[in-house]
């Protein structure tokens, strides 16, 4: 069973220090230490999120075994498709190395230079996912890809045709509010999934980001996790102009629940009830995705909108 996730031996004398510096995306280490049926510390494990979410091993046949059936199990069920998540984080770089850069929450360069993120092996991965969709009769079940890469020819290496169907563009999300910057950004988006023949997708928002309503009320720049609530009639004039023009633009858009109602990130949450393990661990990143987590009001004018 331990060979399906990623375990190392430790470093230092007695093997009390992690098998390398890399950080969890949540804070802190990326590596746990696991105590051994003797009472004794034994190997650690790779955790590139939280603790409870070991890296599983894709170098392991069984892994990618698995999987297959993973996916065939609701394929059989009806499901129209797969939303992977990080799928960019899959495979590791030989040997693990050391890595100096200081990631933040999956915002910054996410290239293949990473020793992490975007290595060339995860399309390996997904073009066995693809074959197996592609078994079953008919065509309208698809892949998307949750993939923060940089550049936009690295992003678009998921949608070639025998991957990903389309990928969510967070080049466009991450444009500040500038004429000419988003112009620019959806020339090269355009541009990068003509190279392989996909279709382009945009989005403005979603789980791990200030929702647009919110974020595009505050000087453009920003960034995309923040907890000033900003001008909120701005705001909302800004988000409104934003979704018309990505509701306008040729492809897929994707809509993140409650923006439809024009929602704000909820800016005052007290700290007692965050939920975000990043914002407990508080290493890295600001860690205040909670805001734009908060259930979508069902009835009523007035908190708790019925919950």
């Avoid at 992690?18 to 949540?26: D, E």
């Avoid at 051994?36 to 075994?65: A, I, M």
């Avoid at 993140?256 to 914002?279: C, H, I, K, N």
Wanted: net charge negative; aromatic share 10%.
């Amino acid at each position: 069973m331990r060979d399906r996730f990623v375990f190392r031996d430790g470093t230092g004398a007695h093997g009390e220090l992690p098998p390398n510096n890399w950080p969890s995306v949540f804070g802190g280490a990326a590596w746990q230490r696991v105590v051994e049926p003797d009472g004794k510390p034994g190997q650690w494990y790779l955790h590139l999120f939280d603790s409870s979410q070991p890296d599983l091993d894709w170098q392991n046949q069984q892994v990618r075994e698995e999987f297959h059936a993973i996916i065939r199990f609701w394929l059989d069920r009806g499901v129209d498709g797969l939303r992977v998540d990080v799928a960019h984080g899959l495979v590791k770089a030989e040997g693990l190395p050391d890595y100096d850069h200081r990631e933040r929450m999956l915002a910054e360069n996410n290239s293949s230079a990473s020793p992490y993120w975007d290595q060339d092996g995860v399309h390996e991965i997904y073009r066995g996912w693809r074959e197996v969709l592609d078994s079953y009769a008919g065509d309208d079940r698809i892949m998307v890809a949750e993939a923060w890469v940089t550049p936009s020819e690295r992003a678009v290496l998921y949608v070639r045709g025998d991957e990903f169907h389309q990928a969510f563009n967070f080049d466009f999300l991450e444009t500040p509010w500038d004429a000419a910057r988003l112009r620019a950004a959806i020339a090269d988006s355009l541009r990068a999934n003509d190279s392989v023949g996909a279709p382009a997708t945009w989005v403005l928002s979603n789980h791990d980001v200030t929702r647009h309503t919110t974020r595009l009320g505050n000087p453009p720049g920003s960034g995309t996790q923040m907890v000033t609530p900003g001008d909120p009639v701005l705001g909302l004039r800004r988000a409104r102009a934003a979704t018309l023009l990505m509701l306008g633009l040729p492809g897929s858009a994707y809509i993140y629940q409650g923006e439809e109602l024009g929602l704000p990130d909820v800016t005052d949450l007290p700290d007692e009830v965050r939920a975000d393990p990043s914002f407990h661990r508080a290493a890295g990143q600001e860690g205040f995705r909670d805001g734009c987590r908060v259930p979508i009001p069902w009835s009523g004018t007035s908190q708790p909108y019925g919950f």
